[in-house]
């Protein structure tokens, strides 16, 4: 029996597709094509309107591929929100599965396929099928959220903080040093949370001061951290141990006090500048990443001149936006949402070409220099260059990528030291530097 799956959305649906994938292949052959599937699994995102756009476009494009007898399930944040409402909008799809219902998956998938594929085993994070390179992971360390902001349904799909023990993670993580890994990518809804729900206080450097204490050569990345609790316990720490690396992705979604208080947003223009004037004086190689949203209710053409300011003094290294999406449920559906599409989308172009001048001017800076510990992720077929990253940018295609010539092949995951020649908003490009 043949599977093909499609992991829709960010990566915490990544690695749950991976332990889906590790718990089915005990009885059934994952295929690279949809045509040789006899079942099809699509494990969707419903974040924003459109990432369920791409969710119901995949699963009608896929259905186009069932043969005769394939099956079809549809599993993730689409099936957990909207399950009630889409089963008879979708009869392609045999079966829309539940995030609640994972524990089960097993022998759901048993009654679809009529098959003989009782199981008693769960998923775990022990027991993935990996879609990332060899190199790199993620390890998710916790489940929902305890954050209400006004914009956000992932509460509404996801439900509460539900944190995994200290004790788990570490083993996971010692597995995957193990095998070779090289860069752990530590990720949940609100990373700096994690732990409260079990351990009654904020656990995160506790279990980074396990972590390190873990032998082998790996580098771990915190993703998702809400700015105020950003403590100078955790600044201090990744500061001091060389195993983590300085890279803030800190999300604040806005600057002016207004739009956070109505974003039910924690802290305020002033903290926010604080934290990273701190956060870069500590460590002055650190990234700071962030993202905002730009045209939520009461948003006047001033907040975003405001905003814009505030871009320029901190001068993020890696900076993403979105339009503001209503979101069904969310508090925001109360406030009033008179702001166009047009005026939106103009101000998030205001604020993108702002950070495209701030983005190329730090790249500037670093032609000329010699970069340690870059690893390579691919090869550019086009430039006849190869692709790597170093701790400067993130695995989700985000944060740009550095282009390497180099004289002699390199494999993937190989780090090598490169030298900046060039480079745009978003990309380096340098050779490989090999010391006379």
Same mark, same amino acid.
């Given at each position: 029996?043949?599977?093909?799956?499609?992991?829709?959305?960010?990566?915490?649906?990544?690695?749950?597709?991976?332990?889906?994938?590790?718990?089915?292949?005990?009885?059934?052959?994952?295929?690279?094509?949809?045509?040789?599937?006899?079942?099809?699994?699509?494990?969707?995102?419903?974040?924003?309107?459109?990432?369920?756009?791409?969710?119901?476009?995949?699963?009608?494009? !896929?259905?186009?591929?069932?043969?005769? $007898?394939?099956?079809?399930?549809?599993? $993730?944040?689409?099936?957990?929100?909207?399950?009630?409402?889409?089963?008879?909008?979708?009869?392609?799809?045999?079966?829309?599965?539940?995030?609640?219902?994972?524990?089960?998956?097993?022998?759901?998938?048993?009654?679809?396929?009529?098959?003989?594929?009782?199981?008693?085993?769960?998923?775990?994070?022990?027991?993935?099928?990996?879609?990332?390179?060899?190199?790199?992971?993620?390890?998710?360390?916790?489940?929902?959220?305890?954050?209400?902001?006004?914009?956000?349904?992932?509460?509404?799909?996801?439900?509460?903080?539900?944190?995994?023990?200290?004790?788990?993670?570490?083993?996971?993580?010692?597995?995957?040093?193990?095998?070779?890994?090289?860069?752990?990518?530590?990720?949940?809804?609100?990373?700096?949370?994690?732990?409260?729900?079990?351990?009654?206080?904020?656990?995160?450097?506790?279990?980074?001061?396990?972590?390190?204490?873990?032998?082998?050569?790996?580098?771990?990345?915190?993703?998702?951290?809400?700015?105020?609790?950003?403590?100078?316990?955790?600044?201090?720490?990744?500061?001091?141990?060389?195993?983590?690396?300085?890279?803030?992705?800190?999300?604040?979604?806005?600057?002016?006090?207004?739009?956070?208080?109505?974003?039910?947003?924690?802290?305020?223009?002033?903290?926010?500048?604080?934290?990273?004037?701190?956060?870069?004086?500590?460590?002055?190689?650190?990234?700071?990443?962030?993202?905002?949203?730009?045209?939520?209710?009461?948003?006047?053409?001033?907040?975003?001149?405001?905003?814009?300011?505030?871009?320029?003094?901190?001068?993020?290294?890696?900076?993403?936006?979105?339009?503001?999406?209503?979101?069904?449920?969310?508090?925001?559906?109360?406030?009033?949402?008179?702001?166009?599409?047009?005026?939106?989308?103009?101000?998030?172009?205001? !604020?993108?070409?702002?950070?495209?001048?701030?983005?190329?001017?730090?790249?500037?800076?670093?032609?000329?220099?010699?970069?340690?510990?870059?690893?390579?992720?691919?090869?550019?077929?086009?430039?006849?260059?190869?692709?790597?990253?170093?701790?400067?940018?993130?695995?989700?295609?985000?944060?740009?990528?550095?282009?390497?010539?180099?004289?002699?092949?390199?494999?993937?995951?190989?780090?090598?030291?490169?030298?900046? !020649?060039?480079?745009?908003?978003?990309?380096?490009?340098?050779?490989?530097?090999? !010391?006379?």
């Amino acid at each position: 029996m043949n599977l093909y799956m499609v992991s829709l959305g960010c990566a915490k649906n990544q690695v749950d597709s991976e332990m889906i994938l590790g718990l089915l292949k005990k009885k059934m052959n994952i295929v690279e094509s949809v045509e040789d599937a006899d079942l099809i699994v699509v494990n969707t995102c419903a974040f924003i309107e459109p990432a369920r756009k791409e969710a119901i476009d995949t699963i009608l494009n !896929l259905s186009d591929y069932k043969k005769d $007898g394939a099956k079809m399930v549809v599993c $993730g944040c689409l099936a957990q929100r909207y399950k009630d409402e889409i089963v008879k909008l979708l009869p392609e799809v045999d079966r829309f599965i539940t995030i609640d219902e994972y524990k089960n998956i097993a022998n759901i998938i048993n009654d679809v396929m009529k098959s003989n594929f009782k199981s008693t085993d769960n998923i775990s994070p022990l027991d993935r099928v990996y879609t990332t390179p060899s190199y790199m992971t993620y390890v998710k360390i916790s489940e929902g959220c305890l954050n209400r902001c006004a914009f956000c349904a992932i509460p509404l799909i996801r439900g509460n903080l539900v944190s995994r023990k200290i004790e788990d993670i570490v083993e996971e993580v010692k597995l995957h040093v193990s095998e070779g890994v090289y860069e752990i990518n530590l990720i949940s809804q609100d990373t700096t949370k994690y732990g409260y729900d079990i351990y009654k206080e904020l656990k995160i450097v506790d279990l980074l001061k396990e972590l390190v204490k873990i032998d082998g050569d790996f580098k771990i990345r915190l993703l998702y951290l809400y700015p105020d609790i950003v403590t100078d316990e955790l600044i201090n720490f990744i500061k001091d141990n060389p195993k983590v690396m300085p890279y803030f992705d800190i999300p604040i979604q806005h600057s002016e006090d207004k739009i956070l208080k109505a974003m039910k947003r924690r802290g305020n223009r002033e903290y926010l500048l604080n934290l990273f004037n701190k956060i870069k004086t500590l460590i002055p190689n650190a990234i700071l990443r962030t993202t905002f949203i730009v045209g939520f209710p009461y948003e006047e053409e001033e907040d975003i001149d405001s905003l814009i300011d505030f871009v320029k003094e901190v001068e993020f290294d890696r900076l993403g936006a979105f339009t503001f999406s209503l979101e069904e449920g969310t508090k925001a559906c109360e406030y009033p949402n008179v702001i166009s599409e047009d005026t939106k989308q103009l101000r998030y172009e205001k !604020l993108m070409n702002t950070q495209m001048e701030i983005s190329l001017n730090k790249n500037k800076s670093l032609i000329g220099k010699v970069l340690d510990d870059v690893f390579i992720i691919g090869y550019d077929e086009e430039s006849y260059m190869y692709v790597g990253r170093s701790y400067a940018y993130a695995p989700d295609e985000i944060d740009g990528c550095i282009y390497i010539a180099a004289k002699n092949e390199l494999k993937l995951g190989q780090r090598v030291k490169v030298k900046v !020649l060039d480079c745009d908003e978003y990309t380096l490009t340098g050779e490989e530097y090999v !010391l006379k």
